[in-house]
């Protein structure tokens, strides 16, 4: 099917540039040690908790904090990794190329997004790695574990149907980058002020906002709004990526 053709391309021109490598590096190096920054005061304090009647474990305490983390820090890389999707293709003059082909449009932008999707799907791997070696010293709480992993999918997800769109819309990179950066970052603190809004607004805010609905996995609960929301974020990006290539087509 030419939709994972196009995907196995985008993933292997991937690695064929030393900013992914890069990223992933940086990336798990930075998660390594605040992974074993968390698990070193859990050891601290564990002689503390085994008193405690119904005390938080070392998933509540040391996984739950590290995904937290790797949240934030999958906004800030994301945008770097999706800035050249389209943009790349356009201020090198071949997306004309690219449109003309016998391929249509829905095909060439679902192939660039689950190309990055499997990368970001290597990058959640790498990182899971971590808490699962836990389970050779101890017991985790394999159902939060589970549920916080496809919370961080959902999300990364999104950032990457946003980016993907952001960089249809213009030939320099580094403006796809910082579009898809501050748009992530206004919807990951939309909600930071609804406290002094009215209710129906406050309401609409909270809805709107990505870490909100990252956060329910996190607390090892699974709700269909929470999930919906990820779905209809997803699909609208990519329908309106999916239309820019078409008004680039027609124009041509």
Do not use: C
Request: charged letters at 10%.
């Amino acid at each position: 099917m030419m939709i994972f053709t196009l995907a196995r391309r985008e993933l292997r021109s991937l690695f064929l540039s030393p900013l992914a490598w890069a990223i992933l590096a940086i990336v798990q190096f930075i998660l390594a040690y605040l992974f074993l920054s968390q698990l070193q005061e859990f050891l601290l304090i564990q002689p503390k908790l085994a008193a405690i009647e119904n005390a938080p474990g070392v998933t509540e305490l040391v996984i739950v904090p590290l995904y937290g983390s790797a949240a934030f820090i999958m906004m800030l890389v994301t945008p770097l990794l999706t800035m050249r999707l389209i943009s790349e293709e356009r201020r090198n003059k071949s997306l004309s190329l690219l449109i003309s082909a016998p391929v249509s449009m829905t095909e060439i932008i679902l192939g660039k997004y689950l190309g990055m999707l499997g990368f970001a799907a290597i990058m959640i791997f790498m990182m899971t790695l971590m808490p699962l070696s836990l389970y050779f010293a101890g017991t985790l709480d394999s159902g939060l574990l589970f549920t916080i992993v496809l919370g961080i999918t959902l999300l990364l997800a999104a950032f990457i149907s946003l980016g993907l769109y952001m960089s249809s819309l213009t030939s320099q990179p580094t403006i796809a980058a910082m579009s898809t950066f501050g748009v992530l970052l206004l919807l990951w603190i939309i909600d930071w002020a609804g406290g002094k809004a009215e209710a129906a607004a406050s309401g609409l805010l909270e809805y709107l906002s990505m870490l909100r609905h990252f956060e329910a996995f996190t607390k090892g609960l699974f709700n269909s709004s929470d999930f919906i929301y990820y779905i209809l974020f997803i699909s609208l990006f990519l329908i309106l990526s999916i239309r820019r290539l078409d008004g680039d087509r027609l124009q041509r």
